[in-house]
């Protein structure tokens, strides 16, 4: 099952409440101004800032 387009509308980072997007393979969202990277584990996003790892440049 597929992340649902509304639900990437409305989720924020946690961590500085900005706009998330989601990545191109699915499997996280992605955080511009923390650089950081949320994963989908099992279609639930982890949306905790202790889950998240660093944006790879």
């Known amino acids: 099952m597929a992340i649902s387009p ?3 509308a409305l989720v ?3 961590k500085c409440r900005g706009e998330l997007v989601l990545t191109a393979a699915g499997d ?3 955080c511009g ?3 950081l990277v949320y994963p989908i584990i099992d ?3 982890q949306l905790l ?3 998240a790892k660093p944006l790879a440049e």
């Open 49 to 51: 800032a202790d889950e």
């Open 33 to 35: 101004a923390c650089k």
């Open 43 to 45: 279609d639930i996003p």
């Open 6 to 8: 509304d639900l990437v």
């Open 28 to 30: 996280g969202f992605v």
């Open 12 to 14: 924020r980072c946690p």
